[in-house]
Protein backbone atom coordinates (compact mmCIF):
# COMPACT_ATOMS: atom_id res chain seq x y z
CA UNK A 1 0.00 0.00 0.00
CA UNK A 2 2.79 2.44 1.00
CA UNK A 3 3.91 1.67 -2.04
CA UNK A 4 1.52 1.98 -4.78
CA UNK A 5 0.91 5.92 -2.85
CA UNK A 6 4.69 6.34 -3.67
CA UNK A 7 4.80 6.04 -7.09
CA UNK A 8 1.19 8.05 -7.28
CA UNK A 9 3.34 10.65 -5.32
CA UNK A 10 6.25 10.16 -8.23
CA UNK A 11 3.63 10.52 -10.90
CA UNK A 12 2.01 14.23 -9.48
CA UNK A 13 5.75 15.64 -8.52
CA UNK A 14 6.71 16.36 -12.24
CA UNK A 15 3.78 18.12 -13.18
CA UNK A 16 3.82 19.86 -9.87
CA UNK A 17 7.39 21.16 -10.70
CA UNK A 18 6.18 22.44 -14.27
CA UNK A 19 3.21 24.24 -12.96
CA UNK A 20 6.07 25.82 -10.31
CA UNK A 21 8.12 26.94 -13.15
CA UNK A 22 5.62 27.76 -15.43
CA UNK A 23 3.93 30.58 -12.15
CA UNK A 24 7.39 31.56 -11.87
CA UNK A 25 8.44 32.50 -15.33
CA UNK A 26 4.72 34.48 -15.66
CA UNK A 27 6.28 35.98 -12.60
CA UNK A 28 9.45 36.87 -14.22
CA UNK A 29 7.83 37.84 -17.23
CA UNK A 30 5.62 40.35 -15.51
CA UNK A 31 8.39 41.45 -13.30
CA UNK A 32 10.46 41.60 -16.50
CA UNK A 33 11.15 45.13 -17.33
CA UNK A 34 13.43 46.98 -21.07
CA UNK A 35 16.15 48.22 -19.82
CA UNK A 36 16.42 51.97 -21.95
CA UNK A 37 12.50 52.59 -20.54
CA UNK A 38 11.70 51.01 -17.49
CA UNK A 39 8.47 49.51 -18.60
CA UNK A 40 7.03 46.12 -18.08
CA UNK A 41 7.90 43.75 -20.73
CA UNK A 42 4.17 42.06 -20.79
CA UNK A 43 2.95 45.40 -20.93
CA UNK A 44 4.79 45.65 -24.22
CA UNK A 45 3.68 42.95 -25.55
CA UNK A 46 0.04 43.61 -24.74
CA UNK A 47 -0.23 46.61 -26.01
CA UNK A 48 1.79 45.51 -29.46
CA UNK A 49 -1.60 43.01 -29.85
CA UNK A 50 -3.89 45.05 -29.41
CA UNK A 51 -2.29 47.29 -31.88
CA UNK A 52 -2.18 44.62 -34.38
CA UNK A 53 -6.30 43.79 -33.61
CA UNK A 54 -6.63 47.92 -33.94
CA UNK A 55 -4.89 49.04 -36.92
CA UNK A 56 -7.26 47.45 -39.08
CA UNK A 57 -10.32 48.20 -37.20
CA UNK A 58 -9.26 52.06 -37.03
CA UNK A 59 -8.27 51.84 -41.03
CA UNK A 60 -12.13 50.71 -41.83
CA UNK A 61 -13.51 53.25 -39.54
CA UNK A 62 -11.19 55.63 -41.06
CA UNK A 63 -12.02 54.70 -44.56
CA UNK A 64 -15.84 54.64 -43.69
CA UNK A 65 -15.81 58.13 -41.88
CA UNK A 66 -13.88 59.72 -44.92
CA UNK A 67 -16.66 58.50 -47.45
CA UNK A 68 -19.55 59.57 -45.91
CA UNK A 69 -17.30 63.00 -45.22
CA UNK A 70 -16.73 63.12 -49.23
CA UNK A 71 -20.47 63.27 -50.03
CA UNK A 72 -21.50 65.83 -47.18
CA UNK A 73 -18.56 67.83 -48.79
CA UNK A 74 -19.82 67.21 -52.65
CA UNK A 75 -23.08 68.07 -51.42
CA UNK A 76 -21.99 71.15 -49.94
CA UNK A 77 -19.65 72.30 -53.38
CA UNK A 78 -23.05 71.29 -55.29
CA UNK A 79 -25.26 73.62 -53.16
CA UNK A 80 -22.40 76.39 -53.47
CA UNK A 81 -22.31 75.97 -57.32
CA UNK A 82 -25.98 76.52 -57.87
CA UNK A 83 -25.78 79.39 -55.80
CA UNK A 84 -22.87 80.97 -57.73
CA UNK A 85 -24.75 80.29 -60.98
CA UNK A 86 -27.94 81.62 -59.58
CA UNK A 87 -25.27 84.70 -58.65
CA UNK A 88 -24.08 84.67 -61.99
CA UNK A 89 -27.34 84.42 -63.95
CA UNK A 90 -28.54 87.63 -61.60
CA UNK A 91 -25.53 89.77 -62.48
CA UNK A 92 -25.82 88.91 -66.17
CA UNK A 93 -29.46 90.31 -65.93
CA UNK A 94 -28.76 93.52 -64.06
CA UNK A 95 -26.00 94.08 -66.53
CA UNK A 96 -28.70 94.07 -69.73
CA UNK A 97 -30.89 95.74 -67.30
CA UNK A 98 -28.31 98.69 -67.04
CA UNK A 99 -27.69 98.76 -70.87
CA UNK A 100 -31.75 98.75 -71.45
CA UNK A 101 -31.31 101.70 -69.12
CA UNK A 102 -28.72 103.54 -70.75
CA UNK A 103 -30.24 103.48 -74.30
CA UNK A 104 -33.79 104.37 -72.77
CA UNK A 105 -31.69 107.55 -71.37
CA UNK A 106 -29.94 108.17 -74.70
CA UNK A 107 -33.41 108.22 -76.69
CA UNK A 108 -34.97 110.22 -74.06
CA UNK A 109 -31.83 112.92 -74.03
CA UNK A 110 -32.45 113.29 -77.85
CA UNK A 111 -36.09 114.06 -77.04
CA UNK A 112 -35.22 116.54 -74.70
CA UNK A 113 -33.03 117.58 -77.36
CA UNK A 114 -35.73 118.09 -79.84
CA UNK A 115 -37.37 119.96 -77.32
CA UNK A 116 -34.70 122.77 -77.01
CA UNK A 117 -34.81 122.97 -80.89
CA UNK A 118 -38.35 123.89 -80.87
CA UNK A 119 -41.04 126.12 -79.69
CA UNK A 120 -43.92 123.77 -78.79
CA UNK A 121 -44.81 121.38 -76.23
CA UNK A 122 -44.29 117.79 -76.01
CA UNK A 123 -45.20 114.55 -74.67
CA UNK A 124 -43.17 111.50 -74.89
CA UNK A 125 -44.75 108.12 -75.83
CA UNK A 126 -43.02 104.38 -76.31
CA UNK A 127 -44.27 102.59 -79.94
CA UNK A 128 -45.95 99.36 -78.21
CA UNK A 129 -47.27 98.02 -81.51
CA UNK A 130 -46.54 98.59 -85.26
CA UNK A 131 -47.83 97.07 -88.53
CA UNK A 132 -45.47 98.17 -91.33
CA UNK A 133 -47.50 96.62 -94.59
CA UNK A 134 -47.85 98.04 -97.62
CA UNK A 135 -51.46 98.92 -97.05
CA UNK A 136 -51.31 99.36 -93.01
CA UNK A 137 -47.95 101.71 -92.23
CA UNK A 138 -48.96 102.48 -88.98
CA UNK A 139 -47.84 102.11 -85.08
CA UNK A 140 -49.33 102.44 -81.54
CA UNK A 141 -48.27 104.63 -78.80
CA UNK A 142 -48.83 104.50 -75.33
CA UNK A 143 -50.76 107.92 -75.38
CA UNK A 144 -54.33 108.61 -75.28
CA UNK A 145 -57.13 111.01 -75.37
CA UNK A 146 -56.46 111.21 -71.21
CA UNK A 147 -53.10 112.95 -71.83
CA UNK A 148 -54.24 115.19 -74.27
CA UNK A 149 -53.62 113.55 -77.94
CA UNK A 150 -55.62 114.77 -80.10
CA UNK A 151 -56.53 113.44 -83.74
CA UNK A 152 -53.26 115.01 -86.58
CA UNK A 153 -51.10 115.80 -83.88
CA UNK A 154 -47.39 115.42 -85.36
CA UNK A 155 -45.48 112.14 -84.34
CA UNK A 156 -41.37 113.04 -84.29
CA UNK A 157 -37.81 111.99 -83.04
CA UNK A 158 -34.80 113.99 -82.64
CA UNK A 159 -33.90 112.22 -85.96
CA UNK A 160 -37.14 114.25 -87.87
CA UNK A 161 -41.36 113.61 -88.63
CA UNK A 162 -42.54 110.10 -88.01
CA UNK A 163 -46.43 110.79 -88.68
CA UNK A 164 -49.59 111.60 -86.97
CA UNK A 165 -52.53 110.70 -84.97
CA UNK A 166 -54.81 108.85 -86.98
CA UNK A 167 -56.77 106.93 -84.17
CA UNK A 168 -57.28 107.94 -80.08
CA UNK A 169 -58.34 106.27 -77.58
CA UNK A 170 -58.35 106.83 -73.70
CA UNK A 171 -54.98 104.97 -73.35
CA UNK A 172 -53.45 104.29 -76.53
CA UNK A 173 -53.27 106.44 -79.98
CA UNK A 174 -52.99 105.31 -83.62
CA UNK A 175 -49.96 106.87 -85.82
CA UNK A 176 -50.02 106.70 -89.78
CA UNK A 177 -46.62 107.33 -90.66
CA UNK A 178 -45.10 109.36 -93.29
CA UNK A 179 -44.18 106.60 -95.54
CA UNK A 180 -47.63 105.54 -95.68
CA UNK A 181 -49.09 105.39 -99.74
CA UNK A 182 -50.95 107.84 -100.52
CA UNK A 183 -50.62 110.36 -97.37
CA UNK A 184 -49.33 113.88 -98.34
CA UNK A 185 -47.68 116.52 -96.78
CA UNK A 186 -46.63 119.67 -97.88
CA UNK A 187 -42.71 120.34 -97.84
CA UNK A 188 -39.90 122.36 -99.38
CA UNK A 189 -36.50 121.34 -100.49
CA UNK A 190 -33.95 123.91 -98.77
CA UNK A 191 -34.48 126.46 -96.85
CA UNK A 192 -38.02 127.15 -95.90
CA UNK A 193 -37.42 130.78 -95.89
CA UNK A 194 -35.69 131.30 -99.31
CA UNK A 195 -36.09 128.11 -101.67
CA UNK A 196 -39.29 127.89 -104.22
CA UNK A 197 -39.04 124.13 -104.53
CA UNK A 198 -42.54 123.51 -102.73
CA UNK A 199 -44.43 120.21 -103.25
CA UNK A 200 -46.29 117.36 -101.69
CA UNK A 201 -44.40 114.53 -100.10
CA UNK A 202 -46.13 111.06 -99.67
CA UNK A 203 -44.92 107.56 -99.63
CA UNK A 204 -42.93 105.65 -103.01
CA UNK A 205 -44.29 102.28 -102.28
CA UNK A 206 -40.74 101.30 -101.44
CA UNK A 207 -40.12 101.16 -98.06
CA UNK A 208 -38.43 103.76 -96.01
CA UNK A 209 -38.66 105.83 -99.00
CA UNK A 210 -40.58 109.15 -99.62
CA UNK A 211 -41.41 110.34 -103.36
CA UNK A 212 -42.30 114.33 -103.52
CA UNK A 213 -43.78 115.68 -106.69
CA UNK A 214 -45.23 119.27 -108.10
CA UNK A 215 -41.58 120.81 -108.12
CA UNK A 216 -41.11 122.25 -110.95
CA UNK A 217 -38.54 121.36 -113.50
CA UNK A 218 -37.51 124.64 -113.79
CA UNK A 219 -36.21 124.24 -110.24
CA UNK A 220 -32.78 123.20 -109.43
CA UNK A 221 -32.95 120.39 -106.84
CA UNK A 222 -29.73 118.54 -105.46
CA UNK A 223 -28.80 115.05 -104.02
CA UNK A 224 -28.53 115.46 -99.82
CA UNK A 225 -30.32 118.71 -99.73
CA UNK A 226 -33.09 118.59 -96.74
CA UNK A 227 -36.41 118.36 -96.77
CA UNK A 228 -38.66 119.90 -94.64
CA UNK A 229 -42.65 120.46 -93.85
CA UNK A 230 -43.77 124.41 -95.06
CA UNK A 231 -46.84 124.25 -93.00
CA UNK A 232 -49.28 124.28 -96.14
CA UNK A 233 -51.07 120.98 -95.50
CA UNK A 234 -52.78 122.81 -92.69
CA UNK A 235 -52.22 119.69 -90.31
CA UNK A 236 -47.95 119.62 -89.78
CA UNK A 237 -46.29 122.81 -88.81
CA UNK A 238 -43.25 123.99 -91.05
CA UNK A 239 -40.38 122.96 -90.13
CA UNK A 240 -39.82 119.91 -89.07
CA UNK A 241 -37.38 117.62 -90.78
CA UNK A 242 -38.79 114.86 -93.01
CA UNK A 243 -35.16 113.49 -94.78
CA UNK A 244 -32.80 114.36 -97.53
CA UNK A 245 -32.56 113.80 -101.23
CA UNK A 246 -31.21 111.10 -102.46
CA UNK A 247 -32.68 111.10 -106.14
CA UNK A 248 -33.71 113.60 -108.76
CA UNK A 249 -35.82 112.15 -112.10
CA UNK A 250 -36.52 115.63 -114.17
CA UNK A 251 -37.39 115.23 -117.69
CA UNK A 252 -37.79 118.69 -118.90
CA UNK A 253 -37.90 122.17 -117.55
CA UNK A 254 -41.42 121.96 -118.24
CA UNK A 255 -42.47 119.01 -116.14
CA UNK A 256 -42.53 118.47 -112.74
CA UNK A 257 -40.04 116.61 -111.10
CA UNK A 258 -39.66 113.49 -109.29
CA UNK A 259 -37.61 113.48 -106.11
CA UNK A 260 -36.90 110.85 -103.91
CA UNK A 261 -36.25 111.52 -100.06
CA UNK A 262 -34.29 109.29 -97.53
CA UNK A 263 -36.37 109.84 -94.17
CA UNK A 264 -34.01 111.36 -91.27
CA UNK A 265 -36.00 109.42 -88.55
CA UNK A 266 -35.11 105.35 -88.26
CA UNK A 267 -39.07 104.54 -88.46
CA UNK A 268 -38.54 100.69 -88.96
CA UNK A 269 -36.64 101.12 -85.34
CA UNK A 270 -37.96 103.68 -83.43
CA UNK A 271 -39.16 103.08 -79.74
CA UNK A 272 -39.63 106.36 -78.19
CA UNK A 273 -41.39 109.19 -80.06
CA UNK A 274 -42.47 112.67 -78.97
CA UNK A 275 -46.10 113.59 -79.29
CA UNK A 276 -45.73 117.57 -80.56
CA UNK A 277 -49.06 119.24 -78.81
CA UNK A 278 -49.91 121.02 -82.20
CA UNK A 279 -53.11 122.16 -83.48
CA UNK A 280 -53.07 124.19 -86.85
CA UNK A 281 -54.87 127.50 -86.56
CA UNK A 282 -58.18 127.55 -87.78
CA UNK A 283 -59.00 127.98 -91.48
CA UNK A 284 -60.98 131.21 -92.73
CA UNK A 285 -64.18 130.56 -94.21
CA UNK A 286 -64.47 131.54 -97.11
CA UNK A 287 -68.10 133.53 -98.53
CA UNK A 288 -70.52 131.18 -99.65
CA UNK A 289 -72.36 133.62 -101.47
CA UNK A 290 -71.03 135.72 -104.42
CA UNK A 291 -69.50 139.65 -103.59
CA UNK A 292 -72.32 141.45 -105.13
CA UNK A 293 -74.76 139.48 -104.50
CA UNK A 294 -78.11 140.59 -102.38
CA UNK A 295 -78.91 139.15 -99.28
CA UNK A 296 -82.44 138.25 -98.50
Given at each position: ????????????????????????????????????????????????????????????????????????????????????????????????????????????????????????????????????????DTSIIDRGSLDGVKLNMPIVTNGGLVGRVTAVSPLTAQVALIT????????????????????????????????????????????????????????????????????????SATQPQRIFIQPSAKLSAMQEVAVLLYEPPPRPEFEKTLPNAK??
Amino acid sequence: MAERSQKEVWKITPWLMLLLLLCNFALMAFDARQTNTQQRVIRVWAQTAADFVQSPVTFVGSAITNYFSSISSMRTAQSENDVLKQRVQELEIEVQTNKGLTVENERLKSLLELKANTNYKFLSAQVIGRDTSAWFDTSIIDRGSLDGVKLNMPIVTNGGLVGRVTAVSPLTAQVALITKDKAGLGAVVGTLEVSNANGVVSGSGQKEILEMGYVPGSIEVKIGESVYTNGQDGIYPAGLKLGEVIEVRADSATQPQRIFIQPSAKLSAMQEVAVLLYEPPPRPEFEKTLPNAKKK
